[in-house]
């Protein structure tokens, strides 16, 4: 945890750390929606990565989507990795693209995990305990929009399956581009919204809290934060968005 630690701005002198990552959000998120609800259940983690995830995020990326298998591979593509890479994956749930992503940044790389939710990372660090990569991963406890770290500590930035459940989405990406190196690459996983329903789209999203991004939407976003290399690769409902933070 202590490279962590150095990671860290502002400084945190003392975190807590007694369930295995630096609880930097004791009062936990302040969004209440059934999505979020959900992702801090305790039920949910247990069940997100074998289960959850193929079923839901499979049927969103419809048939002709890339296996998760392959959205494993192409997130290591899209960001480029390389030995003593260190990497923060934002919105980390169980742990699951945090753990597919640890080999390529081999013994001197470090993959950090963040997510909001509490249940989440105890599954992430039970998890972890298994792998023969835990030496290189570690998990920290805070919000996506205000990301704690120092300005361009990280090499390569992922949020996978996680930026249409942030209330403030936009805010996310500009802490995800503040974190990154120059030269640093982002890989996003997200909705796109479904074509032919106007603005269903936007009922859905206020009903379930799962917000679907216009077309442009987010490689737009990416462009104006600096980001060059922008390109996007659609599958389903889904869009895969990735760049390459400008200096
Ligand atoms: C569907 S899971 C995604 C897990 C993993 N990235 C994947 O691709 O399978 C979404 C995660 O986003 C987290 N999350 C939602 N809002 C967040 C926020 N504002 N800050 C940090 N994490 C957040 C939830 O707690 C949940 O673990």
Not at 15 to 22: A, E, F, I, K
Not at 27 to 52: N, V
Not at 133 to 157: I, K, N, Q, T, W
Not at 167 to 181: G, I, T, Y
């Amino acid at each position: 945890m202590e490279r962590v630690l150095k990671l860290l701005e502002p400084p945190v002198t003392d975190p807590d750390r007694t369930r295995g990552y630096l609880d930097l959000l004791p009062e936990g998120p302040g969004d209440d929606s059934i999505a979020q609800r959900l992702m801090r259940s305790s039920a949910l983690p247990q069940i997100y990565e074998r289960l959850w995830r193929p079923a839901l995020i499979g049927l969103a990326k419809g048939p002709l989507g890339p296996s998760t298998a392959q959205e494993m591979a192409l997130i290591r593509d899209l960001l480029a990795l390389s030995p003593g890479d260190v990497v923060l994956d934002v919105a980390c749930g169980p742990g699951n693209v945090a753990r597919a992503l640890a080999p390529a940044v081999g013994e001197a790389g470090l993959v950090v995990g963040l997510d909001a939710s509490a249940s989440m990372l105890d599954q992430a660090v039970m998890e972890t305990g298994r792998s023969p990569y835990r030496e290189r991963l570690e998990f920290v406890r805070a919000d996506a929009v205000s990301l704690p770290f120092h300005a361009g500590c990280f090499d390569a930035v992922s949020c996978f399956a996680a930026l249409y459940l942030f209330d403030r989405p936009f805010e996310a990406l500009s802490s995800m581009a503040r974190v990154l190196r120059p030269g640093g690459r982002l890989a996003i996983l997200t909705t796109r919204r479904l074509p032919g329903i106007g603005p269903l789209n936007d009922v859905f999203g206020q009903v379930s809290g799962v917000r679907m991004f216009g077309d442009d939407e987010v490689t737009a976003a990416l462009a104006e934060r600096g980001f060059t290399e922008v390109r996007r690769r659609t599958a389903g409902l889904m869009q895969f968005v990735a760049g390459v933070r400008g200096s």
